[in-house]
């Protein structure tokens, strides 16, 4: 259904207001009686084999959504229904931001891609913090947070600080996010030392909680092994839980889309079938070199159950969906579960 009538219907509209479409119509549908029940018996998939524990955190199964979908906490409760293990949220900054000038949401069918200069918009982490006091589901939901564009790198440790500490109570997880290509100069701050004193000021406020939550560092997939050695490094002594890998890319080269309609687009990210191979390869190196010292979450290009399990046998504890769910539909979690469902029992 999705594939042959909801899919064209969204890619009449352009990205972002297909976004905002597909919101507003979820947000009515999933919550009738009716629809609710049936949501739950289509997308529901549940199997002691699917369950996994990651830095302390139970999941039901090992399938969640990434950060950038469900920007402001609005949709959990929904998302929760269509069967994912796990829900991230953010990027969250502490002031409101517009984000970057429309258009900053491109498809690029061919590749089954998106390119996206989203820039942080968000209503601010209070805001999203009000949402979050009033969900019912009891999925996990990680808080991905930033810096704010108008905050100088040299202050940028006290926005993540913010944030923090306001989704404290609310979150089960924490994202540090310094590797989106899309706010000036945030990606200085994956250099050795700027990361270093980022991620221990926040392993420190997070340590003086009464009950600490994982905080995972989430990284580009255009580091060179000599920046991935750093990232392993810096794990390893700010002691913090865990890697996402990995972020979008600023690398062009994959792509098979007319490089005239790609260069018309602009700057930006990009996310789908061509970030597979490159976020598997990053996984694998840090996986191996760091000899499986921490968990890491798998994303990018993830369309298939297939391409979940090489994400898990390249290292990833955990797999993440984004661009997958444009292409494929909500089916692809139950989907990917299922296939895992046969994976693990083997």
């Known amino acids: 259904m999705y594939?042959?009538?909801?899919?064209?219907?969204?890619?009449?509209?352009?990205?972002?207001?297909?976004h905002h479409f597909t919101f507003d119509l979820t947000k009515l549908t999933f919550n009738l009686p009716i629809a609710k029940s049936i949501v739950k018996s289509t997308f529901k998939l549940d199997d002691p084999l699917l369950e996994r524990e990651v830095f302390g955190l139970k999941f039901k199964n090992p399938v969640g959504l990434a950060a950038g979908f469900d920007k402001d906490a609005k949709l959990i409760d929904e998302m929760a229904m269509l069967g994912f293990g796990f829900i991230e949220i953010g990027t969250l900054t502490p002031k409101p931001q517009d984000g970057n000038q429309l258009p900053r949401l491109f498809?690029?069918?061919?590749?089954?891609?998106?390119?996206?200069?989203?820039?942080f918009n968000n209503g601010g982490v209070l805001n999203a913090v009000e949402r979050l006091k009033k969900r019912k589901s009891d999925v996990i939901v990680g808080g991905n947070i930033g810096k704010n564009k108008v905050t100088p790198n040299e202050n940028a440790v006290d926005d993540y600080l913010i944030c923090l500490e306001a989704l404290?109570?609310?979150?089960?997880?924490?994202?540090?996010?310094?590797?989106?290509?899309?706010t000036p100069n945030l990606r200085d701050l994956q250099e050795k030392e700027p990361l270093k004193q980022l991620l221990q000021a926040v392993k420190n406020a997070?340590?003086?909680?009464?009950?600490?939550?994982?905080?995972?560092?989430?990284?580009?997939?255009?580091?060179?092994?000599?920046?991935?050695?750093?990232?392993?490094?810096?794990?390893?002594?700010?002691?913090?839980?865990?890697?996402?890998?990995?972020?979008?890319?600023?690398?062009?080269?994959?792509?098979?889309?007319d490089s005239s309609q790609v260069e018309a687009i602009g700057a930006g990210g990009v996310s789908g079938k061509v970030l597979a191979k490159r976020s598997t390869e990053v996984i694998r190196y840090l996986s191996q070199k760091s000899n499986k010292a921490f968990?890491?979450?798998?994303?990018?290009?993830?369309?298939?159950?297939?391409?979940?399990?090489?994400?898990?046998?390249?290292?990833?504890?955990?797999?993440?969906?984004?661009?997958?769910?444009?292409?494929?539909g909500p089916g692809l979690i139950k989907k990917i579960k299922k296939g895992l469902l046969a994976y693990f029992s083997r």
């Open 3 to 18: 594939k042959s009538l909801l899919k064209p219907l969204f890619f009449l509209k352009n990205p972002e207001d297909a």
């Open 107 to 119: 498809r690029l069918p061919q590749d089954e891609a998106l390119i996206n200069r989203m820039g």
């Open 168 to 182: 404290h109570p609310y979150v089960d997880y924490f994202v540090v996010n310094v590797s989106s290509p899309n």
């Open 206 to 257: 997070n340590d003086l909680k009464e009950k600490p939550k994982p905080i995972l560092l989430k990284i580009a997939p255009d580091l060179t092994d000599g920046q991935l050695d750093d990232i392993v490094e810096i794990v390893l002594e700010t002691k913090i839980d865990g890697v996402i890998a990995t972020n979008t890319t600023i690398d062009r080269s994959q792509l098979s889309t």
């Open 295 to 328: 968990p890491i979450i798998g994303v990018g290009g993830i369309f298939s159950a297939a391409d979940a399990i090489e994400k898990l046998e390249a290292g990833a504890s955990l797999v993440q969906v984004y661009s997958g769910m444009i292409y494929e």
